[in-house]
């Protein structure tokens, strides 16, 4: 059995209003128009939104720490699949390749998403997962992340203010006064929010 497999890029993260305390990653069908709905913790959030937004945490977080790993030892992340969808959880798998061998290994989607962003590995899904399990209301944003989206609410935004700092500081320490001056002015502009 070959089921079509749909590929989907990170549209947006935002608080969920389904859950308190939890966000929505929002995945997007890449050359179409459906959305898929991923319910994530803070920590998977904010780990995601340092991807997205290429901030250097002044030290490796879980994630970049175990992709510093793979990538030592010749490992590549091919891709990640979400391959079930059951009581609004989703099951994903990574592919990667060591050497001739493809290694097929179950993750959570939130880690595996994480991982194929820091990694630049392309998401797929099944089909009939995506049609299931979609967006079914006719607003459909298609806005990207940036500037003032919702995923950029106080914990969020306090959290990466103080990464952002300690960057600073590992900047000027390591005397990369272009990268200081980019983090200082991206500070200044979160202080002002």
Same mark, same amino acid.
Request: charged share 30%; hydrophobic share 45%; proline share 4%.
């Given at each position: 059995?070959?089921?079509?497999?749909i590929?989907?890029?990170?549209?947006? *993260?935002s608080?969920?209003?389904?859950q308190?305390g939890?966000?929505?990653?929002?995945?997007?069908?890449?050359?179409?128009?459906?959305?898929?709905?991923? *319910?994530?913790?803070?920590?998977?959030?904010?780990?995601?939104?340092?991807?997205?937004?290429?901030?250097?945490?002044?030290?490796?977080?879980?994630?970049?720490?175990f992709?510093?790993?793979?990538?030592?030892?010749?490992?590549?992340?091919?891709?990640?699949?979400?391959?079930?969808? $059951?009581?609004?959880?989703?099951?994903?798998?990574?592919?990667?390749?060591?050497?001739?061998?493809i290694?097929?290994?179950?993750?959570?989607?939130?880690?595996?998403?994480?991982?194929?962003?820091r990694?630049?590995?392309?998401?797929?899904?099944? $089909?009939d997962?995506?049609?299931?399990?979609?967006?079914?209301t006719?607003?459909?944003?298609?806005?990207?992340?940036?500037?003032?989206?919702?995923?950029?609410d106080?914990?969020?935004?306090?959290?990466?203010? $103080?990464?952002?700092?300690?960057?600073?500081?590992?900047a000027?320490e390591?005397?990369?006064? $272009?990268?200081?001056a980019?983090?200082?002015?991206?500070?200044?502009?979160?202080?002002?929010?």
């Amino acid at each position: 059995m070959n089921k079509k497999k749909i590929e989907l890029q990170v549209q947006n *993260i935002s608080n969920s209003q389904a859950q308190a305390g939890a966000y929505a990653l929002v995945l997007a069908e890449v050359g179409g128009n459906r959305q898929l709905p991923v *319910i994530i913790g803070a920590y998977e959030a904010q780990a995601m939104l340092i991807e997205l937004k290429k901030i250097i945490p002044p030290r490796p977080m879980t994630h970049n720490l175990f992709a510093s790993v793979l990538e030592i030892l010749g490992v590549k992340l091919l891709r990640i699949l979400i391959y079930k969808a $059951e009581n609004g959880i989703f099951y994903s798998f990574l592919y990667m390749k060591a050497e001739e061998t493809i290694l097929r290994i179950d993750a959570r989607t939130s880690d595996a998403v994480t991982l194929a962003l820091r990694m630049d590995a392309p998401i797929f899904i099944y $089909e009939d997962i995506l049609e299931a399990e979609r967006l079914k209301t006719g607003e459909q944003s298609t806005a990207p992340m940036g500037d003032g989206s919702p995923a950029q609410d106080e914990f969020l935004q306090e959290d990466s203010l $103080e990464m952002l700092k300690a960057a600073l500081q590992k900047a000027i320490e390591d005397e990369d006064y $272009e990268r200081a001056a980019r983090l200082r002015d991206r500070i200044r502009s979160m202080e002002k929010e």
